[in-house]
């Protein structure tokens, strides 16, 4: 396979690569494949080469799974947390800590807010997949790296990831994963036990998009149109494209006619819809946080 220059290079499946490919053997092999042991799991960083032990790095959840028919990700899809950064491409608007005065809300700045990912970043709630496997999980095939809709595809699906991640803190992820490494040494080394027989499995095996992916991406490419205050619509009215989705999943296969809880005179109905879900939650929250929101509350006057 020939490969495109830049940035793509990193996005090429190694399953495409010849095993002679340089590309290919930078990465080495996988020194643990079982899926019950994400704290074992040792590979190259996909975009700088360095070498990712104990499960500490930013890992793809099939890192040992197979979905559908297609194989493992295995050690072509993992990353130092800061090498997973956007892409070049990425025309999303980030808000600039400098206009903080002038009513943009934000959150304390640090160095890549929002434009890289960060060790842990899979282990914290929800589902983390690669680019890859939510290609595949929407599109059930490999990307055409010649299509420029497979690219901006591919870059959208980043973002979204991105976003997702960045509704936790950076010290609560840093926190999460040093508090699992050192809880599963210390019972390792008291008890025998090993990560396969004590850890949750990660991965999922069905070729599926199960936290709302797709759905993500029509929020990101509304989000591009312009606002009436600034250049791209605001979080508030970014969040009406969850709302006629879920309208339209509840009002077709996805209806659960038995699924109603009640207390007093309040009502909750349950739905499966993915976009009323934890990760698409997240990513919403993430939406807001990099964007941030400007206020006209002196508008009417």
Known sequence: TTLVPGYLRELTPRETLGSDSPVASRFGSRSHTSPNDFLSWTAACRSCGKTLRNGVGLFCSNFSTSKGSFHPCANAWCWCGSCYTSFPTDPFPQQDLQEEEEGIVSDPAEEGVYQRGRNGDHLMGVPFECDLCHFRNMRKRYPDFS??????????????????CWARASSTVAGNLNRAVKDNLEARVRTGLDGAETLPVLGWPKLEDRVGMAGAIQTLSASLREGKYVGHLQPESVRRTRSWWNNAYNAGAGYLTDSI?????????????????????????GVRLRTGEIRKQDLPF
């Open 147 to 164: 299509s420029p809709r497979d690219d901006y595809l591919l870059m959208m699906v980043r973002r979204a990831n991105l976003d997702a």
């Open 261 to 285: 809880f009640t207390s007093g005179e309040k009502k909750v109905v349950e739905t499966t819809s993915p976009l009323s879900g934890e990760w698409y939650t997240r990513f919403i929250r």
